[in-house]
């Protein structure tokens, strides 16, 4: 069964420094999705993906965040100066079509602010 | 409570009962999902159920919705060892604003620790 791919699996950056988090989203799907989940807490909505650009995003996606999807098969997020309070879980998911239905989710990729 | 609230917050059974875990909601939906995470691990999909169902099934699965209560459970008959994992349910509501429909934005809850002995 298709997956969604993430890379790198676990990433040690020093506070400050930029970040690009890389996500493949399966092949025929056209919405994309970042969430993040900090350690003990919910899984939280940053920004939803179409058609090259932002179709929605959360408050949490302040100027510091960017998304991008460079070529035809990955989808990234940026984070431009990264803060101790970016340090979490972040999943990429994506399906076909938006509402109604499954969204398929990455394994994650954990990101630890020093 | 905030939208996605489940509970039990913590569930431990033995292999062969059954688990429910139940998911509250507070705003009109399109649909919920549930979903499972392994420790550390993506989030598996497991069923989605859109707001005009009252009940799905999948295997061991079976999920009922009740949009008069905003509420929605998850049972999974005949636990398994590896059943143990945490659940979450995620709403996908319905917001209208002047661009457009808002829709595909997950609400997660804090999820269920299920916890299943062998």
């Known amino acids: 069964e298709p997956e969604v791919t993430q890379t790198p699996s676990h990433q040690v950056t020093q506070m400050g420094q930029e970040v690009i988090l890389r996500c493949v989203p399966i092949?025929?799907?056209?919405?994309f999705y970042w969430y993040r989940q900090i350690l003990g807490q919910k899984v939280e909505f940053l920004v939803s993906?179409?058609?090259?650009?932002?179709?929605?995003k959360s408050e949490i996606f302040d100027d510091q965040f960017s998304v991008e999807r460079p070529d035809g098969s990955n989808f990234t997020l940026k984070i431009r100066s990264t803060k101790l309070e970016d340090s979490a879980m972040y999943f990429c998911?994506?399906?076909?079509?938006?509402?109604?239905?499954?969204?398929?989710f990455g394994d994650g990729t954990r990101l630890s602010i020093l | 409570s905030q939208q996605g609230e489940e509970d039990p917050q913590a569930l431990s059974i033995q292999e062969g009962e059954n688990a429910t875990m139940n998911c509250s909601y507070k705003t009109s939906i399109n649909n919920l999902q549930w979903y499972r995470q392994n420790s550390g691990r993506g989030l598996v999909h497991l069923i989605l159920i859109r707001s005009n169902e009252r009940e799905k099934h999948s295997g061991r699965l079976r999920v009922t919705l009740d949009t008069s209560k905003k509420s929605s459970s998850l049972l999974i008959t005949a636990s398994r060892a590896a059943d143990t994992a945490s659940y979450f349910c995620a709403t996908d509501a319905v917001f209208y604003y002047a661009g457009g429909t808002s829709y595909g934005k997950l609400t997660f809850g804090q999820g269920t620790i299920l916890t299943v002995h062998p």
């Open positions: 993906f179409y058609n090259n650009e932002i179709s929605e």
């Open positions: 998911a994506s399906d076909t079509a938006r509402g109604n239905q499954p969204q398929h």
């Open positions: 092949s025929n799907h056209l919405y």
